[in-house]
T-cell receptor, first 117, second 113 residues
Framework: EAGVVQSPRYKIIEKKQPVAFWCNPISGHNTLYWYRQNLGQGPELLIRYENEEAVDDSQLPKDRFSAERLKGVDSTLKIQPAELGDSAVYLC???????????????FGEGSRLTVL | AQSVTQLGSHVSVSEGALVLLRCNYSSSVPPYLFWYVQYPNQGLQLLLKYTTGATLVKGINGFEAEFKKSETSFHLTKPSAHMSDAAEYFCAVTAYNTDKLIFGTGTRLQVFP
């Protein structure tokens, strides 16, 4: 079974430039998450999708960050314009519907490491 | 509100020694507790989880953790460390009716030969 696939693995940009990250979750997983992991910290949730619907985006900086999950499968996270403080690893994860009892059991991709110069 | 505190950002042990990684939680509702492991340049992988029932839970790679409500703890242990256990370990908490994981800041485990 294929895992969560993310691209690109690494991205270096100058501040004020746009950047986008792509994620393809595990087949059949309805829930998709974007987390940000700063150096030396644990992951922090940016946004959670149930199918196409963003059910929790309270931590997403909406002035510069946007996300979409068209057709309820793969997802894109965009930053425009990027700032120095956005340097981090952006992790995508997916899970089955937590109503099935698998709450908290997330499957993570390898992450996209962003460096903003 | 929920939170977890991991005591010790770095833990070093010799190969074959006991591994003990500490995690304390705070939750106003019955918690679900998790340990995730992150190997270098990889995503996080679930080691084990506690939801309800038996308080001692066993996970992959010989790790186990015990839920102690009286101590609000969920420490991770392994009787004998292996070089391949070197990684970052994250404790996490969520509530039974939500799917929002709150992660700790992580503990980096080093294993020396």
């Amino acid at each position: 079974e294929a895992g969560v696939v993310q691209s690109p693995r690494y991205k270096i940009i100058e501040k004020k430039q746009p950047v986008a990250f792509w994620c393809n979750p595990i087949s059949g997983h309805n829930t998709l998450y974007w987390y940000r992991q700063n150096l030396g910290q644990g992951p922090e949730l940016l946004i959670r999708y149930e199918n196409e619907e963003a059910v929790d985006d309270s931590q997403l900086p909406k002035d510069r960050f946007s996300a979409e999950r068209l057709k309820g499968v793969d997802s894109t996270l965009k930053i425009q314009p990027a700032e120095l403080g956005d340097s981090a690893v952006y992790l995508c994860a997916s899970s089955l519907d937590f109503a099935t009892g698998d709450a908290g059991e997330l499957f993570f991709g390898e992450g996209s490491r962003l460096t903003v110069l | 509100a929920q939170s977890v505190t991991q005591l010790g950002s770095h833990v070093s042990v010799s190969e074959g020694a006991l591994v003990l990684l500490r995690c304390n939680y705070s939750s106003s509702v019955p918690p679900y507790l998790f340990w995730y492991v992150q190997y270098p340049n990889q995503g996080l992988q679930l080691l084990l989880k506690y939801t309800t029932g038996a308080t001692l839970v066993k996970g992959i790679n010989g790790f186990e953790a015990e839920f102690k409500k009286s101590e609000t703890s969920f420490h991770l242990t392994k009787p004998s460390a292996h070089m391949s256990d070197a990684a970052e370990y994250f404790c996490a908490v969520t509530a039974y009716n939500t799917d929002k994981l709150i992660f700790g800041t992580g503990t980096r485990l080093q294993v020396f030969p």
